[in-house]
């Protein structure tokens, strides 16, 4: 007899709570964010804590990590049909053009956004339009999609031949992996550096310099073409940033575009030049989730908190210095053959007695 799911008595709303710790704590030596900061980390993967606070001690005993947030803006894109193609490449060369009004419709009613660019495409008869704005301290997700449908509307009265579409296009690109937002980003681009001198390579890391550098190059980078990754080149950033955005109020979603990014390792004067780059750092301060009791004292912890200028570009700061410890760290364990299978072993089994 077929069993009737619709009578069954809703599921409990117990809360389940992800396993928190703190590690580090980790150095940042400027220019975007400086002194020594322990960092929040909810995970299920307990052996990420240990990895995580390795990478932070080797840099830290190296001088700490170096962090420059290269550029911030969140994105939405709109749609609208045009007559027909030639139509559709007209207005967007006339949009453009007016860019200036696009973003005072854009802007309107709003503190904090501001439009920072527009990027038109054309397909058949349809014009798909991105826009990337400037949101304050929230990592602005709805605050951009607002503005977006306030351009749309604006475009719609200014072009009525133009038909709208849809507010998100699929041009942003929201939590998914594509190669424009590798390429412009989408919130904040940062890029985290440090040089590991080989004593403390050998010591901390258990590996020589020369062996991180080929391991990189072999697996990061030629492994990531030849299975046709997507601008990325990295061993597991999106670790790091998922169990930091959980920590801290952050849309775990956002982990997509996340886990996009390239690590290098070169070895110079002897030493480990390392560094992670990530277009995609989707962080705020203010909004969804950072209302929360425990994501609030976390993100006060970090020196992040509602009101400091600068917070949010901080945080993203610290999101790339997490990821570089704990890449480092991964990269080192793949570096001694067995290491990272016996260390798993063991972290897990003490991660699960300690539940």
Sequence with gaps: ??????????????????PLRWVGPIRLAGPDATGDVRVPLATFESPLWPSVDRGARATRAAGGIRVVVLREGMTRSVLLEAP??????AAASEIEARQGDLAQAAQHGSRHARLLGLHAEVCGALLYLRLTLDTGEAAGHNMATRAAQQALDWIARQWPTLRPVSVSANYCVDKKVSAINAILGRGRQAIA??????????????????????????????????????????????????????????????????SQGVTLATVADGALRFSVTLPNVIVGVVGAGKDCPAARRHLEALGCAPGT??????????????????????????ANPGELVRSHLRLERKGRDAR
């Design 84 to 89: 027909d193609a030639a139509a559709a490449v």
């Design 309 to 334: 200028p600068g917070a949010a570009r901080r945080l993203a700061a610290i999101a790339a210095a997490v990821v570089l410890c704990g890449e480092l760290s991964l990269l080192a364990a793949l």
């Design 1 to 18: 007899m077929p069993h009737d799911s619709a009578n069954d008595p809703a599921p409990s709303a117990e809360a389940m709570p992800v």
């Design 193 to 258: 550096e440090a040089v590991v001198p080989a004593e403390i390579c050998r010591t901390v890391l258990r590996v020589e310099p020369a062996a991180m550098a080929d391991l990189n190059l072999k697996k990061n980078l030629v492994g990531s073409i030849l299975a046709g990754s997507l601008r990325s080149a990295n061993a597991h950033h999106a670790n790091m940033l998922l169990a930091l955005y959980l920590a801290t109020g952050q849309d775990g979603a956002n982990v997509v575009e996340g």
